[in-house]
């Protein structure tokens, strides 16, 4: 569904464009993600609305079929890349589960500044970004994804976040369009 509106008060949120996950191999260009990310915050900036930034610096335990991650990442892993161009402004979240509202602060600071909506970018798609859409979506926010601002690294994963699951949670669209709507 293209997206129809942003509310006022709507938040921008970037997920884990990190030196660490922007790195790995993913289906679409990750610089290309990174400067539409950088693009939507500066126009969210510009406007005085929320920008989030989200990073992750570790995993929920438990069992999983997945592979182990081993070793110990780079000591810059976690930081953010240096294009989102971090203001003293913006919120600062970090994560260690997929979602970005999960034992988090993000649902009180985001209804602290009266926010309803999101509009959500990032790496992984079908991980961190899907998983913080179903939370918010969960918790009464309404959703937008920019479709060309996120990627994964399985592209069917990223296939089916953007077309089965995005659509069912909220709205989509570009960051054109999205600059565009934000007037």
């Known amino acids: 569904m293209t997206a129809t509106t942003l509310d006022p008060k709507t938040a921008?949120?970037?997920?884990?464009?990190?030196?660490?996950i922007v790195a790995l191999p993913?289906?679409?260009?990750?610089?290309?993600?990174?400067?539409?990310?950088?693009r939507l915050a500066a126009a969210f900036r510009e406007r005085g609305l929320p920008v989030v930034l989200v990073n992750v610096t570790g995993g929920a335990p438990g069992r999983t079929e997945g592979p182990a991650r081993g070793g110990n990442p780079p000591a810059d892993w976690a930081e953010l890349v240096p294009e989102l161009d971090q203001q003293p402004s913006d919120l600062l979240v970090t994560?260690?589960?997929?979602?970005?509202?999960?034992?988090t602060p993000l649902d009180m600071e985001l209804r602290r500044l009266g926010v309803t909506q999101i509009v959500l970018a990032g790496i992984a798609t079908s991980i961190g970004v899907e998983s913080t859409a179903r939370s918010a979506y969960e918790h009464g926010?309404?959703?937008?994804v920019a479709t060309d601002a996120v990627t994964d690294m399985d592209a069917d994963a990223h296939r089916n976040s953007v077309e089965k699951i995005f659509p069912r949670l909220g709205e989509t669209d570009t960051t054109d369009a999205l600059v565009?709507?934000?007037?």
């Open 12 to 20: 921008l949120v970037l997920i884990d464009l990190q030196k660490g």
């Open 26 to 38: 993913t289906a679409h260009p990750a610089a290309e993600v990174v400067e539409r990310s950088a």
């Open 95 to 103: 994560k260690k589960t997929w979602g970005a509202f999960h034992g």
């Open 141 to 144: 926010y309404h959703v937008t």
């Open 180 to 183: 565009k709507l934000l007037g």
